[in-house]
């Protein structure tokens, strides 16, 4: 199994960016899945998470600007982020609780990918 990540890079302040997350492998059920951040030091914090039937769930620091979504036909998540601020620099990790076809479930992550919010 693997999760891919794209959609990283430089945005100036208030920009937006576009976070996508894959998985892909030996999966046979996908459950919940989630955007977590990490700064240099800082220990690795949720951002947002969305079940497999779409609940979601947000950090209070990105509520109304940040927005989860997912496409199951994809074994695809998505993190919109808009009016992005320095502080939501950091390198954005997927993660996904996946059953495989062994029947025993494990969390995955993915490599990360860097955003960067400055001018």
């Known amino acids: 199994v693997q999760l891919v990540e794209s959609g990283g890079g430089l945005v100036q302040p208030g920009g937006s960016l576009r976070l996508s997350c894959a998985a892909s492998?030996?999966?046979?059920?996908?459950?919940?899945m989630g955007w977590y951040r990490q700064d240099p030091g800082e220990q690795r914090e949720l951002v947002a998470s969305?079940?497999?039937?779409?609940?979601?769930i947000y950090a209070d620091s990105v509520k109304g600007r940040f927005t989860i979504s997912r496409d199951n036909a994809k074994n695809t998540i998505y993190l919109q982020m808009n009016s992005l601020k320095p502080r939501d620099s950091a390198v954005y990790f997927c993660n996904a609780r996946i059953t495989e076809w062994d029947g025993v479930t494990y969390g995955y992550w993915g490599q990360g990918t860097q955003v960067t919010v400055s001018s």
């Open positions: 492998g030996g999966i046979s059920s996908l459950h919940a």
């Open positions: 969305i079940t497999s039937d779409g609940a979601t």
